[in-house]
Structures are given as structure tokens and as C-alpha cells.
């Protein structure tokens, strides 16, 4: 009984084991037998009542009993496939439809001639036809809403952490004291730094989905305008490696994808290096596909390296690749003695 109380979702599939969500499964089900009912005319308005007491019963025993199984099963199912739970899912209601077709034919015989008279097998294929295309339709509607839930929960955490990272007490005081000293010596160069600063703000606050390439590269370099006055020119050596006569600036892609690789580049692996490091930008247009490469020095041996939130961040970011453009992408991760070397391949969307 502790799978049907259970409150974790089922593999793409909502919280169908709570009492709330059987009772909505229930009022979702009366909707449809009404709609059948009042597909099939019936000669009396009793007749009419009768036709919708029947399908109505037909078609909660059957998406109950589904429910329930579904949510005894829910263990077993967490461990299949997108295909195979479908598969698995689709067979539970099929099979259900089938039995309550059957004993409704044999009720229905009972009724008028006091024995199982007859078989109707048309009756049988309809109903289990039916029922395949409708638990397919309601199928696919899950896995749609999951993965825009995905994306909306992987987009909200990424702009967070980037926020959270820029509002570390460290970062903000070197920033800050970075621009104090500035106005004394350069007030120009202080005031750029401030708009920086605030653009770097504005972007993680952005609530769109999309941006522009150019967008994107534009929050980096800011970014690192201010990593080079926190960090200096002699320890972050930063080579960029794009054509930009060729690169697509008005493709459209996922906010924040360049610029908390970028930062991790810094944070992982230039930061620690006592002598800083040259950070490797390199950014191509491949035809259907833009290419990203991103490579910084790997940190000696016994230096704080902060190893595991890198590897937090990088699998936000494939989620978030997998998420925005499933197959279509990838995101790979080479490491060799003295380099890290982080790419991932999109596909070009206007």
C-alpha cells in the first residue's frame, strides 16, 4: 500500500497514487463516458440515462482498476524505458477494456435471454481499439507537460545558480572594491565596470526562453571583462577562436548556456592555478550545426578545485542540452594531463 500513497511521480507520468489525483482520474473518466454516452443516440430519454449508467461504469472501472495497477506497479515501472513503460501501460488498459468488454457482453446476454447466449467480437475490437488510441493521446499529453516542466525546472535552477554565483559575498566584495579603486584611477573604466556588472544582473533576471547568440556572447564578454579585473590580465590569458563573418548572432538558443561554462572554465580551473592559466574560447558554424568548444588548464595535483561542483554544474547544463534539444545534442568532456576541454554541438534554429 505504500506505492499508492506514494507522492513521486512515475517516470513521466504526474502523481497519479494520492487521493487527490485518483479522484481527478475519476471526474476526467465521467467526462469521457459522458461524451461516449452522448455519441450513441439512444429512443428515450431513459434509454439515454441507462446508455450513460452503463458506459459510465464501463469506463471507471476500467481507468480505476488501470490507476491502481499503474500505481502498485510504479516500483517496476521507474525502471523501464520511455517505450517500454508506454508499452507496459498501454497493455494494462487494453487488457482491462477487454475483460470489462467481455462481461459486459455476458451480462448484457444474461439480461435477455437468461444465459450466455451470444459473443460479439466487433464489440471487443472497438472498445480495445478505442481504448489504445485514447491512452496513447493521454500518453503523449504527460510526456509532453514532463519535459516542459523539466525544461522550465532546469532553466529556473540554471538562471538561480547563476544569480547565487554572482551574489557570492567573495565575488560581489572583489568586484566592488575592484571598481572602488577604479574611480580613483580610471572613471571611465569604473563606470563601464558597473554596467557590466548590472547587465550580468539583468541577464540572469531575463524570463525568456530564448535569447540570440549575440545576446549570449555579449553577457559573457561582460562577464569576463569583470573576471579580468578581479583576476588580472597576467593570470587570465583569455583566446577567442570565431569567425564573425560566419557565425549565426540572431540564432536563437537557451539562455546561459556559453557563459556558465565560461565561469566554471574560470572557477575550477584558472582560479586555483597560483599562476592563472589561458582560457580557450572557440565557437564554429558547421552547417545545421554550431559547434561550442570550451578548454582551461587542469589545476595540480592537492589544489582545491572545487571537483564536484563542476560536475554539478556540467550535468545541469546536459540536462538542460537534452531537455532544449533531446538527441540533437551532446555535451562532451575530455581531460588530459594538463587541459580540460568541455564542447557540445546544437543545432542552428532561427
Same mark, same amino acid.
Given at each position: 500500500?505504500?506505492?499508492?500513497?506514494?507522492?513521486?511521480?512515475?517516470?513521466?507520468?504526474?502523481?497519479?497514487?494520492?487521493?487527490?489525483?485518483?479522484?481527478?482520474?475519476?471526474?476526467?473518466?465521467?467526462?469521457?463516458?459522458?461524451?461516449?454516452?452522448?455519441?450513441?443516440?439512444?429512443?428515450?430519454?431513459?434509454?439515454?440515462?441507462?446508455?450513460?449508467?452503463?458506459?459510465?461504469?464501463?469506463?471507471?472501472?476500467?481507468?480505476?482498476?488501470?490507476?491502481?495497477?499503474?500505481?502498485?506497479?510504479?516500483?517496476?515501472?521507474?525502471?523501464?524505458?520511455?517505450?517500454?513503460?508506454?508499452?507496459?501501460?498501454?497493455?494494462?488498459?487494453?487488457?482491462?477494456?477487454?475483460?470489462?468488454?467481455?462481461?459486459?457482453?455476458?451480462?448484457?446476454?444474461?439480461?435477455?435471454?437468461?444465459?450466455?447466449?451470444?459473443?460479439?467480437?466487433?464489440?471487443?475490437?472497438?472498445?480495445?481499439?478505442?481504448?489504445?488510441?485514447?491512452?496513447?493521446?493521454?500518453?503523449?499529453?504527460?510526456?509532453?507537460?514532463?519535459?516542459?516542466?523539466?525544461?522550465?525546472?532546469?532553466?529556473?535552477?540554471?538562471?538561480?545558480?547563476?544569480?547565487?554565483?554572482?551574489?557570492?559575498?567573495?565575488?560581489?566584495?572583489?568586484?566592488?572594491?575592484?571598481?572602488?579603486?577604479?574611480?580613483?584611477?580610471?572613471?571611465?573604466?569604473?563606470?563601464? @565596470?558597473?554596467? /557590466?556588472? +548590472?547587465?550580468?544582473?539583468? #541577464?540572469?533576471? !531575463?524570463?525568456?526562453? &530564448?535569447? $540570440?547568440?549575440?545576446?549570449?556572447?555579449?553577457?559573457?564578454?561582460?562577464?569576463?571583462?569583470?573576471?579580468?579585473?578581479?583576476?588580472?590580465?597576467?593570470?587570465?590569458?583569455?583566446?577567442?577562436?570565431?569567425?564573425?563573418?560566419?557565425?549565426?548572432?540572431?540564432?536563437?538558443?537557451?539562455?546561459?548556456?556559453?557563459?556558465?561554462?565560461?565561469?566554471?572554465?574560470?572557477?575550477?580551473?584558472?582560479?586555483?592555478?597560483?599562476?592563472?592559466?589561458?582560457?580557450?574560447?572557440?565557437?564554429?558554424?558547421?552547417?545545421?550545426?554550431?559547434?561550442?568548444?570550451?578548454?582551461?588548464?587542469?589545476?595540480?595535483?592537492?589544489?582545491?578545485?572545487?571537483?564536484?561542483?563542476?560536475?554539478?554544474?556540467?550535468?545541469?547544463?546536459?540536462?538542460?542540452?537534452?531537455? @532544449?534539444?533531446? /538527441?540533437? +545534442?551532446?555535451?562532451?568532456? #575530455?581531460?588530459? !594531463?594538463?587541459?580540460? &576541454?568541455? $564542447?557540445?554541438?546544437?543545432?542552428?534554429?532561427?
Amino acid at each position: 500500500m505504500s506505492s499508492l500513497s506514494s507522492g513521486q511521480s512515475i517516470g513521466f507520468l504526474p502523481h497519479l497514487c494520492s487521493p487527490q489525483e485518483i479522484l481527478r482520474v475519476m471526474v476526467g473518466a465521467e467526462v469521457l463516458a459522458v461524451v461516449l454516452a452522448l455519441t450513441s443516440s439512444s429512443a428515450t430519454y431513459l434509454a439515454s440515462f441507462v446508455k450513460l449508467g452503463l458506459t459510465s461504469l464501463f469506463v471507471q472501472w476500467v481507468v480505476i482498476s488501470a490507476t491502481l495497477i499503474v500505481c502498485l506497479l510504479s516500483n517496476q515501472l521507474r525502471k523501464l524505458s520511455l517505450i517500454k513503460m508506454s508499452v507496459v501501460i498501454s497493455g494494462i488498459v487494453v487488457g482491462l477494456t477487454v475483460g470489462a468488454s467481455i462481461l459486459a457482453i455476458m451480462a448484457d446476454s444474461y439480461q435477455k435471454v437468461g444465459e450466455i447466449h451470444y459473443w460479439d467480437t466487433p464489440f471487443i475490437l472497438r472498445n480495445s481499439f478505442l481504448a489504445l488510441i485514447l491512452i496513447l493521446m493521454a500518453l503523449h499529453y504527460f510526456y509532453i507537460q514532463s519535459q516542459r516542466a523539466e525544461f522550465l525546472k532546469a532553466d529556473s535552477g540554471a538562471k538561480y545558480d547563476a544569480l547565487q554565483s554572482r551574489m557570492r559575498p567573495h565575488f560581489l566584495f572583489n568586484s566592488l572594491n575592484t571598481i572602488a579603486q577604479l574611480i580613483q584611477v580610471n572613471q571611465d573604466k569604473a563606470e563601464d @565596470a558597473l554596467l /557590466d556588472l +548590472a547587465d550580468i544582473f539583468r #541577464t540572469t533576471l !531575463d524570463t525568456r526562453n &530564448r535569447i $540570440s547568440l549575440g545576446e549570449e556572447l555579449d553577457v559573457t564578454l561582460r562577464y569576463l571583462r569583470m573576471e579580468g579585473l578581479r583576476l588580472g590580465k597576467r593570470r587570465l590569458n583569455i583566446v577567442w577562436d570565431m569567425d564573425r563573418k560566419t557565425l549565426p548572432f540572431n540564432m536563437e538558443i537557451p539562455p546561459l548556456l556559453l557563459q556558465p561554462l565560461v565561469e566554471n572554465a574560470i572557477y575550477h580551473g584558472i582560479q586555483p592555478c597560483k599562476d592563472g592559466g589561458t582560457l580557450g574560447i572557440s565557437l564554429y558554424d558547421s552547417g545545421n550545426m554550431l559547434d561550442v568548444v570550451v578548454t582551461n588548464p587542469v589545476p595540480p595535483e592537492g589544489t582545491n578545485s572545487h571537483q564536484k561542483g563542476n560536475h554539478i554544474a556540467q550535468e545541469n547544463l546536459k540536462n538542460r542540452l537534452r531537455i @532544449a534539444y533531446g /538527441d540533437r +545534442a551532446n555535451l562532451k568532456i #575530455t581531460k588530459t !594531463d594538463h587541459q580540460y &576541454r568541455v $564542447s557540445f554541438s546544437i543545432p542552428k534554429e532561427q
